[in-house]
């Protein structure tokens, strides 16, 4: 499986940026997809999930209701709408699947990732 990341760029805070990542060499619907991100200095941060049946969960308070996550499976693209950006969600956000269909556990298990793509909030 192939995943390829596209979207990132340079924002003013309280701009909005919609991520994209397609999915080649396998199926689309039946993974989880999620998105993650890191930013320079810290470790890799889980941003949220869609489940294999569309379910969604977002980490904390600091995406939700900011970020949206979606899905095209005629695309086979999974999507990051974020707005109202803030200088602290600079970062490179990374997709990520699992290698299990219809996987059905309590927590996600990403074992695939994309090579990432830069998110910058600046004045």
């Known amino acids: 499986v192939q995943l390829v990341e596209s979207g990132g760029g340079l924002v003013q805070p309280g701009d909005s940026l919609r991520l994209s990542c397609t999915v080649s060499?396998?199926?689309?619907?039946?993974?989880?997809m999620g998105w993650f991100r890191q930013a320079p200095g810290k470790e890799r941060e889980f941003v949220g999930g869609?489940?294999?049946?569309?379910?969604?969960?977002y980490n904390g308070d600091s995406v939700k209701g900011r970020f949206t996550i979606s899905r095209d499976i005629a695309k086979k693209t999974v999507y990051l709408q974020m707005n109202n950006l803030r200088p602290e969600d600079t970062a490179v956000y990374f997709c990520?699947?699992?290698?299990?269909?219809?996987?059905?556990?309590?927590?996600?298990?990403?074992?695939?990732w994309g090579q990432g793509t830069q998110v910058t909030v600046s004045l």
């Open positions: 990520a699947t699992e290698s299990v269909a219809y996987g059905s556990g309590s927590r996600f298990n990403f074992d695939s």
């Open positions: 060499g396998r199926t689309f619907s039946a993974y989880a």
């Open positions: 869609m489940r294999w049946n569309g379910a969604v969960t």
